[in-house]
């Protein structure tokens, strides 16, 4: 990957925007009150698993409504970012970047979806010094990514999920050969 800036600060400058797709505009929309309610409902689940992922559909299926509310439950009521992500991904089909999802989804504002793009970005930008390809996350790896994404939001005034965004925007502009090869 060719690098065209000098640090990542100047990436993010070059490549913020607050653009959001339709769809994914729509889905924060009906998830707006998840927080405040305190728990994820089945269609709501499935909803955010489909947008992360089809892929595993028939594993979010597995998940009962009462699995689905009992762990949202406790992880809209702890601040312990190890605990969400630990408890999100003892659902069925439901690893790190679903899990960032979850999160993202229901806080734009606090989180950003964990992804091999924006991973490969801040590796290129010495900003993580772990796993050059942004895959097989573990939960080391997700506090330091959503540390180094409110890092970020802090410093330019936006939402963890704008800099997610603008991150990926840069690596699909610089990205050579196959994603996932």
Same mark, same amino acid.
Do not use: C, M
């Given at each position: 990957m060719k690098k065209k800036y000098k640090n990542i600060t100047e990436v993010i400058k070059h490549h913020l925007a607050n653009n959001e797709e339709e769809k994914t505009t729509q889905l924060i929309k009906e998830l707006r009150n998840v927080k405040k309610k305190g728990y994820l409902t089945k269609d709501e689940f499935i909803k955010i698993g489909m947008w992360k992922s089809g892929r595993n559909k &028939?594993?979010?299926?597995? !998940?009962? =409504?009462?699995?689905?509310?009992?762990?949202?439950?406790?992880v809209f009521s702890t601040n312990l970012e190890e605990i969400r992500i630990e408890l999100l991904t003892s659902l069925?089909?439901?690893?790190?970047?679903?899990?960032?999802?979850?999160?993202?989804l229901t806080d734009p504002k606090n989180y950003g979806v964990i992804d091999i793009r924006v991973w490969?970005?801040?590796?290129?930008?010495?900003?993580?010094?772990? &796993?050059?390809?942004?895959? !097989?996350? =573990?939960?080391?790896?997700?506090?330091?990514?959503?540390?180094?994404?409110?890092?970020?939001a802090k410093e330019f005034s936006v939402s963890a999920r704008n800099i997610e965004k603008a991150l990926f925007d840069y690596h699909r502009?610089?990205?050579?050969?196959?994603?996932?090869?």
């Open positions: &028939k594993h979010y299926l597995e !998940n009962s =409504d009462e699995e689905i509310k009992s762990i949202s439950e406790k069925h089909g439901i690893k790190i970047p679903t899990a960032s999802a979850i999160l993202t490969q970005i801040l590796y290129a930008y010495n900003e993580v010094g772990v &796993k050059p390809e942004g895959k !097989n996350f =573990d939960v080391d790896d997700w506090t330091n990514y959503i540390q180094k994404l409110r890092y970020f502009s610089v990205q050579e050969g196959n994603l996932y090869s």
